[in-house]
């Protein structure tokens, strides 16, 4: 039986990036950029000016104060630029192109202006608040390496380069089936000994939260011939997580028809609690998750196994996002063999990330998920972790917003 980083070793030895395809550009966002993209042009693409004032020659500002005869307007936008000539200036705004002649701009503040006159009161230094073309970015530059992902200012940086179109790494399409006899569909009152297919959405909402695209089909019955067709169904898909129907009972099928179907599964059970039963498989080289099916079990197994996967079919190169260090707040017990990833909230205190047990750590308890911030990882052998003892914590929510300072 694998160890936990045994088996998501496993699992991405067997998953590759899907490719890349092409975008418009807003819609880059949060996806990895697959190759380098190098500026088109210099940026700016022009010598222009950075503030408000006046386009002079700077040889013509010294001894203060020196007044210089206005000859001309050139607004952000202006494209016909009037010469400055010696002895005189152009008001100038933001943006506008350097004018002929022109060798410093004089910020409006830094003059006395009167009509058809200014007098500059400050020393002006040759080339001041002037924007060099190139000075930002230089044509042939990189502006974005692959392998990034796009945050707004990458959006800003590519649409100021004419970038409307941009390559990025292809979204998972990702097959979510439910396997069991006693669910339902969310909007049907479940009678007595039926649940909600509540897997469905918890998986589908994970896979949207890393940049991937569900495709929901439904609920396959504990038989082989509708396990069979759902799952063929699936197998379309770039990637297939299937939940329940894995464990050891007598309807626990799915291993079963995956192996019938011509899929190879490389590990069944893992060393880590929730999550034992886990199976991970291919069929043309496509990843099949099968995760157990409490709904707790398939969220911390969507989370610590399948979500590095996607992320590395997506095309991110470092997928395993590290554990942080945190103290537990209690004494915790377990039985040796395998890693408890216990639910727990966080309270930052003193510097340090304090864990305390965030209720009923059975699989079946869904409440503790929904109120946990982390998930801390007690280590195989442990029995008993007195209070104070150092765990590794995989934080479910920003830190930010599990941060409390003690009084
Ligand atoms: P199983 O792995 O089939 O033994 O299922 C374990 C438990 O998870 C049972 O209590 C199931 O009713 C529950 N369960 C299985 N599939 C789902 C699902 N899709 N949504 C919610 N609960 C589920
Ligand atoms: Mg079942």
Redesign the pocket.
Known sequence: MPSFEEARGIILAHVKPLGEETVPLLEALGRIISRDIAAPWDMPQYDNSAMDGFAVRSEDCAPIPATLEVTGFLPAGGSDLPHVAPGCAVRIMTGAPIPSGCSAVVPIEETEFRGDRVVITQRVLLRQHIRVKGADVAAGARIVAAGTRIRPSEIGMLAAMGQAMVPVQRKARVAIL???D??VELGETPALGR??????LSLAAAVREVGGEPVLIG?ARDDSQSLKEKLREGFACDALIT?????A?D??LVREVMAELGATEHFWKIGMKPGG?TSFSTRDGKPVFSL????VS?MVTFELLVKPALLRMMGQRNVIRPFVKGILAEDAHKKPGKVHFIRVTVKQRHGRHVAYCAGDQHT?ILSTMTRCDALAALPLDATFLPAGTEVDLALLREVDLVTEYAA
């Open positions: 439910s396997t069991g006693e669910l649940v909600i297919n509540s897997n469905a609920i939940s329940a129907g894995v464990s009972g309807r626990d039963p157990p099916g409490n709904p398939t079946g």
